[in-house]
């Protein structure tokens, strides 16, 4: 009996690699591939395709009308050499950059564009730690370790606060609106200069080890570290995707993205997928929640992406959505060769429901590419691109990445990743301590992921993601919990109810779960009234029913007290960003949550048992 047919997506890199296995157990993988040529300046992609497809879109979004407003190679490249004029009559460099507070648009992009262009580092940072933020706590931190000469906002208004309590100083651009009280600069005025010899001679100073832009970590352990990208970290990293996904050579891309500027995947990754390769960039203002999904489905009815990327989230609601949209299904499917997730596991049964959406609509099932990379690797190093990948796996290094496996690393028993290349990151920007902390003595960025190989008996099938080490501990019995496996099988269980879980039991007798609940879904999925709030949800006989049974699986299914919760509360609070529990693409911070919610940990192993409390029926 044949297997399944799948769509013809030419891919390399990563399909083949070596294995070195040292005397102390460390082993070494590489890519059979070389790692070839790539540019000085990722904005000489931007020269090249403005020379030789002029009139092609580069980047569109919709207008206030809903018409698509789009800027050629060609116009962006004038743009961007106007803007980084601009920018030189500031003064500003590393030690005074260019700080972007706002989501994706297309004055965020020029000017990114335009910073780059003349050597001006810039920091994109999550719009929410201005506008959802109460306190401005990582703001502010992010900002003190920046000094920005320079902040971009694009609305007055919305920005207004932050930019008043936080920079006092710094010269202000705003794209619409009006700052009160303080003088700033329109975005039409940055457009407005003209480019001349100054632009001129500071890009060509411009090279590989010239700062690009800031990133900034999500915080998940202390505060955020704003991590260097430079031009040869961008530019290798965008050279090894292509040479993974081989198809981006054969014809343009085509985006249709989301994913927030502010973060790797979205602002490196994706962006630069479409620069790198003279693709095009649809900018999708809509985001993987109930209220956002209807711009994301609006975008994917009317654009066909050659490649499509998301979150897990975005790809749940998105299959869900296909079930009964044909007009959808049938754009989606049109052309797709791949699509990619990262951020978080995407479930298997949310990639058997695409499989069987492509099966019913195109007669085959679209690739689903998924690896491993993170904010200071640019991000790429592995990718699992064949046909049998799976949820969970990781694959093989890209070429010119070496991975490192190191077993036993602090004593977890685990096996950490480590990464060396020219994507990697030279440091975190002033902070010489914790650079150092993060390689160890051959150059080996530390990342901190545990893996095992997919089959122990042929390493070279690839590896698996097996947890963050920082995030397992022991039980008082001394039995230690891998955390990582244990929240992606609850969170699949409970799909689709649980929006994720934190897992507790540092020395106690048993592991706890702290759930917090999609309580959207659980209210659509019980029918339960739009008035009642996320208590009152929680609290209705059968959704409480639906975990019990749930918790009675998971005791049911578990092996041993390492994988077997023995007590699980629902949380109506949902995550605060302000505490650092979660991030604003939706990442949950085991460590704050169990630090801020100890009150809440401590019911879960009350000597007189809570009523809110779900202990499994043994």
């Not at 296995?21 to 070839?36: P, Y």
């Not at 208004?157 to 006092?168: F, K, Q, V």
């Not at 491993?372 to 093989?396: R, Y």
């Not at 390689?439 to 690839?462: C, H, I, Q, S």
Request: glycine share 10%; hydrophobic share 45%; proline share 6%.
């Amino acid at each position: 009996m044949s297997g399944p047919r799948y769509r013809q997506a030419e891919v390399g890199g990563v399909l083949h690699a070596t294995l070195e296995t040292r005397l102390d157990g460390t082993q070494i993988l590489r890519s059979t591939d070389a790692l070839g040529d790539f540019p000085d300046r990722l904005t000489d992609r931007l020269e090249h395709w403005a020379a030789t497809a002029p009139d092609r879109v580069f980047v569109a979004r919709r207008g206030a009308d809903g018409a698509w407003l789009t800027i050629t190679y060609a116009q962006m490249l004038d743009r961007a050499q106007r803007v980084g004029q601009a920018l030189l009559a500031h003064g500003l460099s590393a030690e005074r950059p260019v700080a972007i507070l706002s989501e994706n648009d297309l004055e965020h992009l020029t000017l990114a564009l335009g910073a780059m262009w003349v050597g001006v580092p810039y920091a994109p940072i999550s719009p929410a730690y201005s506008t959802v933020s109460q306190d401005f706590g990582k703001l502010r931190q992010i900002l003190g370790t920046l000094t920005p000469g320079l902040v971009f906002a694009s609305d007055g208004a919305a920005y207004g606060r932050a930019i008043t309590t936080c920079l006092p100083d710094a010269a202000v651009v705003l794209a619409r609106g009006v700052l009160e009280g303080r003088r700033h600069l329109t975005f039409d005025d940055l457009l407005g200069t003209t480019a001349g010899a100054a632009a001129a001679a500071a890009h060509a100073a411009v090279g590989p080890d010239t700062i690009a832009k800031f990133l900034f970590t999500s915080g998940s352990t202390k505060q955020p570290k704003g991590v260097v990208n430079t031009h040869r970290m961008l530019c290798a990293n965008l050279q090894q995707i292509r040479q993974c996904f081989a198809f981006l050579a054969s014809e343009p891309p085509v985006l249709v993205d989301w994913l927030p500027w502010n973060h790797t995947f979205g602002g490196n990754h994706n962006v630069g997928i479409a620069l790198y390769n003279g693709g095009t960039l649809y900018i999708d203002d809509g985001k993987p929640t109930p209220a956002g999904m209807a711009q994301t489905l609006r975008n994917l009815r009317e654009i066909a992406p050659t490649i499509y990327f998301n979150v897990p989230k975005g790809f749940e609601e998105i299959a869900n959505a296909m079930d009964h949209d044909e007009p959808l299904r049938r754009s989606l499917f049109s052309r797709v060769k791949a699509f990619m997730f990262a951020g978080a596991g995407l479930s298997q049964a949310v990639w058997d429901h695409l499989d069987h959406l492509g099966e019913q609509t195109v007669g085959e099932r679209i690739p689903i590419f998924t690896g491993l990379g993170m904010t200071e690797t640019a991000p790429s190093c592995t990718f699992a691109l064949g046909t049998d990948v799976q949820s969970g796996d990781i694959g093989l290094p890209v070429p010119g990445v070496e991975v490192k496996l190191v077993p036993n690393a602090e004593g977890s028993g685990k096996t950490e990743i480590r990464f060396r290349g020219p994507n990697v990151m030279p440091g975190y920007w002033r902070m010489p301590e914790q650079t150092a902390e993060a390689f160890d003595d051959e150059g080996f960025y530390r990342t901190g992921d545990a893996v095992v190989f997919k089959d122990p008996a042929n390493p070279l099938k690839g590896l698996r993601f097996d947890g963050r080490i920082a995030e397992d501990f022991k039980l008082a019995t001394g039995t230690f919990v891998s955390v990582g496996p244990l929240r992606a099988k609850v969170v699949l269980a409970g799909d689709p109810m649980v929006q994720d879980v934190v897992v507790a039991g540092l020395n106690r007798d048993f592991i706890g779960l702290l759930v917090f609940p999609r309580v959207a879904d659980i209210r659509r999925k019980f029918g339960l009234a739009d008035d009642l709030n996320a208590a009152q949800v929680l609290a209705a006989p059968a959704v409480r029913d639906a975990f019990q049974t749930l918790m009675d699986r998971l005791w049911a299914e578990g092996t041993g007290s390492a994988t077997r919760p023995a007590a699980a509360l629902l949380l109506a609070e949902p995550p605060s960003i302000d505490l650092g529990e979660v991030t604003d693409k939706g990442s949950i911070n085991q460590r704050a949550v169990l630090a801020h919610r100890a009150a809440e940990v401590e019911r879960l192993y009350a000597e007189t048992q809570d009523a809110e409390v779900i202990v499994p029926r043994r």
